[in-house]
T-cell receptor, first 113, second 113 residues
């Protein structure tokens, strides 16, 4: 079975640019969550989407947005990139709109220069 | 919001010995406590979890204990092996998805041969 897949695996952007990160959940999983992991820290919650609606949001600015598609895949968008947005962005999926049993992908490493 | 403290930040043990990692949480409404293992270049992998109606849970060499009164929980790994070397994260959640998982800062576990 395919796990959670994320693309791209790495990318480099310039300050002020926009970036879109993509995630495909495990087949049958309806919930997708996004986390930011800065080097040396634990992951920090950004969003949860369930049945194409935003169900939870962490303490991130409005430059961060996301959406979930009918096939339950998801995109995370970040506008006006700052150097501090450099991090590993993790996507996690679960069966339902709960935090139990998250499966994480390997992440997208974003570097802002 | 929830705050999770994790100790120690680095733990070095001899192969075959036991390792214990401890976490405390601040929000008494949290009811779900997973532990994740993260290897270099990979996303976090769920290794064991416990819900607040249970005091202890064991899975082969791994066990987790929860003290709701003191608001702390611990991961115990017995008979450590080289493949146990990784960064371990504890997390806490109210389970509803709206606030996501709140992670500790991680413990780098080093197994000395």
């Amino acid at each position: 079975d395919a796990g959670v897949t994320q693309s791209p695996t790495h990318l480099i952007k310039t300050r002020g640019q926009h970036v879109t990160l993509r995630c495909s959940p495990i087949s049958g999983h309806k919930s997708v969550s996004w986390y930011q992991q800065v080097l040396g820290q634990g992951p920090q919650f950004i969003f949860q989407y369930y049945e194409k609606e935003e169900r939870g949001r962490g303490n991130f600015p409005d430059r961060f947005s996301a959406r979930q598609f009918p096939n339950y895949s998801s995109e995370l968008n970040v506008n006006a990139l700052l150097l501090g947005d450099s991090a590993l962005y993790l996507c996690a999926s679960s069966l339902e709109r709960i935090d139990y049993g998250y499966t994480f992908g390997s992440g997208t490493r974003l570097t802002v220069v | 919001g929830e705050n999770v403290e994790q100790h120690p930040s680095t733990l070095s043990v001899q192969e075959g010995d036991s390792a214990v990692i401890k976490c405390t949480y601040s929000d008494s409404a949290s009811n779900y406590f997973p532990w994740y293992k993260q290897e270099l270049g990979k996303g976090p992998q769920l290794i064991i979890d416990i819900r607040s109606n249970v005091g202890e849970k064991k899975d082969q060499r791994i066990a987790v204990t929860l003290n709701k009164t003191a608001k702390h929980f611990s991961l115990h790994i017995t008979e450590t092996q080289p493949e146990d070397s990784a960064v371990y994260f504890c997390a806490a959640s109210k389970g509803g998805g709206a606030d996501g998982l709140t992670f500790g800062k991680g413990t780098h576990l080093i197994i000395q041969p």
